[in-house]
Nanobody
Framework: QVQLVESGGGLVQAGDSLRLSCAAS????????MGWFRQAPGKEREFVAA???????YDADSVKGRFTISRDNAENTMYLQMNNLKPDDTAVYYC????????????????????WGRGTQVTVSS
């Protein structure tokens, strides 16, 4: 059983930066593809970014050029560096993990993930 704990959320102003962390325990972190999703009030949860075991990454169009996903296998931690934040980025951010079973999979769908964290709130004021 893998446990995921997000941290780093908070209240910031538009244009500011935040770095989210997702600490994993209970499994072999280096074997998992990892992803970030977010859910804004009144909206469905949506894909933000994903990173596979080999380091290939995928980003949602809405965050391209502003958010960067990365991972540190030695620390069992995944990160999401968020720059130039906008009010539309306000949401609860969740990290997720799944076995990296294919180099052809982008891991952009929620149903591809097995383990989920509880989320961290990011609020961006205008």
């Amino acid at each position: 059983q893998v446990q995921l704990v997000e941290s780093g959320g908070g209240l910031v102003q538009a244009g500011d930066s935040l770095r989210l962390s997702c600490a994993a325990s209970g499994g072999t972190f280096s074997r998992y593809a990892m992803g970030w999703f977010r859910q804004a009030p009144g909206k469905e949860r949506e894909f933000v970014a994903a990173i596979a075991t080999g380091g290939r990454t995928y980003d949602a169009d809405s965050v391209k050029g502003r958010f960067t996903i990365s991972r540190d296998n030695a620390e069992n931690t995944m990160y999401l560096q968020m720059n130039n934040l906008k009010p539309d980025d306000t949401a609860v951010y969740y990290c997720a993990a799944t076995y990296d079973y294919s180099r052809y999979t982008k891991y952009t769908r929620q149903d591809e993930y097995i383990y989920w964290g509880r989320g961290t709130q990011v609020t961006v004021s205008s």
